[in-house]
Structure formats: structure tokens, C-alpha cells
């Protein structure tokens, strides 16, 4: 942890070795990929968006040998190391891996942990806790989503393992910024079939966001899941609330207006076009 003007931050480092979530990875990084998340986190935090932070790169003398575009052509690189920070690393899929074996008591008491740390609105004795901390979830995540769209930016890689349950932008692998509205834009040269196309970002929240609420699920009473449900649910209509509040402060739309929703999207039409 790393402390300053009373708040705390997780430290860790990108790209220095094998860990115990490295899988089949050599858990290294190399310096292209290493300078562009440095770059857009910070990036990210000056546009307003909630990000992990980088504190630091180092260049290492290891070389790293990578497959950039998926070819089979593997070239040699050089190895770097960020290290980043954010208040919490925990993510959606931190609370999957212990519902889907079973580990309902180390899942309530990790969830109790995030909560007395991260979410100062729920409160730790309420029966309805989990249920609150879900709701919470929901539309932070929407109202991120919906500033990613704000700025062009996609995430290569959405999936539960890179969403954070802090609804912060986390874990840069692939991604991009649109240079021109296009719904079909695909940061990920991987990613043949478009699943996480800039246009499905939302859908994929939604998706992500139905996981959490599997896993949840076993700590609920039956009231409880019901309204959960009802939550989720309505994580469109918050999200696209949000984004529509974005782009008419874009576009210097003051009160309401029943033209302005068609007036928005009228113009990504046309930036479409162009």
C-alpha cells in the first residue's frame, strides 16, 4: 500500500515475471505495449475518466519474444516493467473464481473487506449490503462505460478478469481511440469475430455485470435476488441517461429537449459518413 493526503493505493507491478495468475504467460511485458498503458492511464485520469494510475517505467535488459500482430511471425523485443496503482485490483472475476468453487465464506468475507474499504455508502451491518454494493456497481460501471464512449475509447479485452469492481479503467492490454466514429471499431487484432467492438462496450458491461450477479447470487436471500435482477435491468436505461448527459454537454445542450436525443444521434450518423 502507498499512502498520500490520507488515501491508499495498491501497488503493482506490470511485467516482471511469472505470478500465481500468469497461466501459460511468461508474466512479461514489452516496452511498446508497457509505454502506451503509461501513456493512456494517464491520459484517461486528465480526461476525467476513473483509471489505475502509472507511477513508473523501467526498461529491462530481458528480452521478450512476442507475436505482435498474430501471424506466427515472433519477434524478439525488449522487456519493460510499469508499475502501476489503483485504490483495488479486485475485479468482477475475483468473485466468480470463489462462487464457482464453492468458497461462499472466504467470497462474504472478501466482499466485506471491499466494501468497509471501497464503499463508504453501504453500510457493513445492513442485511441488504451485498444488494446495495451491487447496485453500486452497476451504475458506476454504466457511467464508466458510458465516459469511455464520450472519448472514442475501447477496451480490448472486457472481460469479468479486467473489469474492476471499483468501476475504474484497468489492465490496458489492447485498446484504442476512434479516430472517426465508426460503431464497428475493434482495438484488437485478436478479436476476429468483434466482440468487443467500441459499438458492443455497454452490452459487454451488461454481460460482465450478469456474472457478478451469478456469483452474488448464493449470498442472497430470494427478496433479495428479485431486486437484484430488477437492478441489472435497469443498467441500460442508466447508462444511456449518461451518455446522452455527455453529449449534449459536447454539444452545449442546455434543459431537455425530445429533439436532442435524435439531434446526437443524427451526428455520429454523420461522422460516420465522413
Request: with cysteine; proline share 3%; net charge negative.
Amino acid at each position: 500500500y502507498f499512502c498520500r493526503h490520507g488515501e491508499r493505493w495498491e501497488l503493482q507491478l506490470k511485467g516482471s515475471g511469472k505470478t500465481p495468475y500468469s497461466r501459460n504467460g511468461d508474466g512479461r511485458a514489452v516496452l511498446r505495449s508497457s509505454v502506451r498503458e503509461f501513456l493512456c492511464s494517464e491520459a484517461m485520469h486528465y480526461l476525467g475518466i476513473p483509471t489505475s494510475r502509472a507511477a513508473s517505467l523501467v526498461v529491462s535488459d530481458d528480452d521478450v519474444w512476442r507475436d505482435q500482430f498474430y501471424n506466427g511471425n515472433i519477434k524478439k523485443e525488449r522487456g519493460a516493467i510499469v508499475l502501476r496503482l489503483a485504490k483495488s485490483w479486485f475485479r468482477i472475476g475475483s468473485l466468480e473464481i470463489l462462487a464457482h468453487s464453492g468458497e461462499l465464506d472466504l467470497q462474504r468475507r472478501l466482499l466485506d473487506f471491499i466494501i468497509q474499504e471501497h464503499f463508504p455508502s453501504v453500510a457493513l451491518n445492513d442485511s441488504n449490503r451485498y444488494l446495495d454494493f451491487f447496485s453500486t456497481v452497476v451504475s458506476e460501471t454504466a457511467n464508466l462505460i458510458a465516459l469511455w464512449m464520450s472519448v472514442g475509447f475501447a477496451h480490448g479485452v472486457c472481460n469479468t478478469d479486467n473489469f474492476s469492481l471499483l468501476s475504474i479503467t484497468i489492465d490496458y492490454g489492447p485498446f484504442g481511440f476512434m479516430d472517426s466514429y465508426d460503431p464497428n471499431f475493434v482495438p484488437n487484432t485478436s478479436d476476429d469475430e468483434g466482440r468487443y467492438k467500441i459499438g458492443n462496450q455497454a452490452n459487454v458491461g451488461l454481460f460482465n455485470l450478469s456474472k457478478l450477479l451469478q456469483a452474488l447470487k448464493p449470498l442472497l436471500d430470494p427478496r433479495q435476488k428479485q431486486l437484484a435482477s430488477q437492478i441489472l435491468e435497469g443498467y441500460g436505461e442508466c447508462y444511456y441517461m449518461r451518455f446522452t448527459e455527455l453529449f449534449k454537454t459536447k454539444l452545449g445542450l442546455l434543459g431537455e429537449n425530445e429533439d436532442d436525443n435524435y439531434l446526437i444521434a443524427f451526428l455520429l450518423k454523420v461522422s460516420l459518413l465522413c
